[in-house]
């Protein structure tokens, strides 16, 4: 059975997040995000759904903020200024009695308070077979109002796979960012089918050259019906 961290325990995650933090810089990372969302440590400590706790870090939402804030700034204290940084979160749990909107509002505030750069508007994942409804650009709204309520940089998530749709959500000022990660792993060429779609100019290795729009005719048949079902 899992046992509440202690202030020892606390203290040793803590600066765990910083070490890792430290590591990063000296590899020379562009970008450090701190994962607070989808159930993980950090999250548990955030949504009343998870936090148990009876102490100073649990009950209260200031109390469920307090041990996230701490890692925070922990790693805040140890990036470079001139390297972004930001945290993930959940924009709110979708779940009776979990994390809302306005909480998620009151730990971006923190966060930009101690200096963080943007924050990435995510949701889900924090119980088991979790389901709510979800479609392309779900989480946009949300990701909008912190931007505007609070004037940090935000990056959107939620079923945004399709290049006019991430070009859209930051041209529309919904979003300063969009992540991407399973559209990846679909098409490890994203970027590159991403800038043909938009019309912008993208070098592509010498190795690759061949296969550029401008030297390969059938990239103009992505995504055509198969020449066996098109004569069916």
């Given amino acids: 059975m899992p046992e509440a961290l202690d202030r020892a325990g606390l203290a040793r995650v803590r600066d765990a997040f910083a070490d890792a933090a ?3 810089a000296r590899l020379g990372i562009d970008v450090v995000e701190v994962h607070a969302a989808h159930g993980y440590l950090l999250h548990s400590f955030l949504s009343p759904i998870t936090n148990r706790r009876d102490d100073a870090y649990g009950g209260s939402l200031g109390n469920r903020l307090r041990f996230p804030l701490e890692v925070a700034a922990a790693v805040r204290d140890v990036w470079p200024a001139q390297r972004a940084l930001g945290a993930r979160v959940n924009s709110r749990d979708f779940i009776e009695g979990g994390g809302t909107l306005d909480d998620t509002l009151a730990f971006a505030e923190g966060l930009k ?3 963080y750069d943007y924050v990435c ?3 889900g994942s924090l119980v088991g077979g979790q389901r709510f409804a979800s479609h392309p ?3 946009l709204p949300d990701a909008a109002r912190v931007r505007a309520e609070l004037g940090i940089a935000t990056q ?3 079923l945004i796979v399709d290049a006019q749709a991430a070009e859209d959500a930051v041209a529309s000022g919904q979003t300063d960012l969009v992540a991407m990660a399973r559209a990846f792993l679909d098409d490890p060429r994203w970027v590159w089918h991403a800038a043909e779609r938009l019309g912008a ?3 592509y290795p010498a190795q690759y ?3 550029h ?3 390969w005719a059938a990239a103009t048949l992505r995504g055509q019906p198969s020449p066996a079902k098109a004569g069916a």
């Fill in 22 to 24: 430290r590591r990063a």
């Fill in 213 to 215: 729009p401008s030297r």
């Fill in 209 to 211: 050259g061949p296969a």
């Fill in 137 to 139: 650009g779900y989480l």
């Fill in 201 to 203: 100019p993208i070098e």
């Fill in 121 to 123: 508007l995510s949701s």
């Fill in 156 to 158: 959107a998530v939620g």
């Fill in 113 to 115: 308070a101690l200096g």
